[in-house]
């Protein structure tokens, strides 16, 4: 049967099974909806019939996004997660032979989605001493015409810091196609580019509800940009793509904003506390982060450190042997206990390989 070239030499993304225990590895809230706010949305739910299509354009969820941003409604497009939005965003804007550039490490599915749709995925990798934007070798890619496309995830996914705002400028002024700035963590950084869409309208900034707001099981993220992008991107959005339930739930809790701001600083709390902890510990090292996960280094043992959480019921990702991250693995911030079961696997594992090394 025939599958075409670029489907046939990709690796479906990879996402670990759930375990009984622990699930510290996709950057999640560790918390549910509180009992309150799901009763809200019961209430909300229960009043629309479920044999309808849902709004096709989420013109309520939108309404509430661009009060909540200061935006126009017409410029914010809802998506069944970010993902579909990248997709939309290469479906519009790509075209096949052309590029997409993005730093590397990042959150795999830009390069993926881009050879999926038969562009050229130009991963340009991340100096080491910093992990921050190797800017000169960046700049000559964006400039390139073949260049359509760069994603620029701030925080950046799996390494967690914001890369220096006066790269990012450099690279938004330097760029001759548009420029994907994905904030899925925006509300741990509380950085964002979204003040820039004014005076740049190739710019497009995502957000999700999956982060923060707790809502990764049902799917909701939105895109900010110019009302040209927003509808041309319009035009290749599948009709009906956020269902029902999925609407209502982000609009509840965009209705109790508050509420999740406070937990953010929660979380917040536990990441530093989680910082401070492995920094104390030999052979461990975490690098700076501003988002709800850390990532660290393990050595040369951290598959094993990976087996070793996952018999005691933590799951992290495991992230040695991808480029650039040697010896890495990310955990997601948990709750104080689950932190708590964390810190003394790490601490055993620790004391254990410096007792090798001596």
Known sequence: MFVRPEIRSLKPYQAEGAIRGEKMDANETPYD?????????????????????????????????????????????????????????????????????????????????????????????????????????????VRSPKTLMTFLAYPNNPTGNCFSPGDMEAVLGAARGLVVVDEAYYEFSRRTFLGALGKNPRLIVLRTFSKAYGLAGLRVGYAVASR??????????????????????????????????????????????????????????????????????????AKVLHEQLRRKGILVRCL?????????????????????KFIKVLEKFSKTAKGERS
């Not at 910082?275 to 043992?301: C, Q, S």
């Open 320 to 340: 040695d042997g991808q480029p650039g991250l040697k010896g890495c693995l990310r955990v997601s911030v948990g709750k104080p206990a689950e932190n708590d």
């Open 228 to 301: 040209e992008v927003i509808g041309n991107l319009k035009k290749v959005k599948l009709p009906y793509n956020v269902n029902l339930f999925s609407q209502a739930a982000a609009e509840t809790v965009l209705d109790h904003k508050k509420f999740f701001t406070s937990r953010v600083e929660q979380i917040l709390g536990e990441r530093d506390r989680l910082l401070r902890e492995m920094e104390r510990m030999p052979g461990i090292k975490p690098f700076p982060t501003d988002a709800n996960f850390v990532l660290f280094n393990a050595g040369a043992k």
């Open 33 to 141: 909806l509180p009992p309150a706010i799901k009763e809200s949305l019961w209430r909300k739910v229960r009043r629309v019939p479920f044999n309808r299509y849902p709004d096709p354009g989420a013109d309520r969820l939108r309404a509430g996004i661009g009060r909540d941003l200061g935006v126009a409604a017409d410029r914010v497009l809802v998506g069944n997660g970010s993902d579909e939005l990248i997709q939309m965003i290469i479906t519009a804007y790509g075209a096949p032979g052309m590029r997409a550039v993005f730093p590397t490490p990042t959150f795999s599915m830009y390069g993926l989605l881009a050879q999926a749709a038969g562009m050229a995925p130009v991963a340009v990798p991340l100096r080491t001493a910093d992990l921050e934007l190797d800017l000169g070798r960046l700049i000559k890619e």
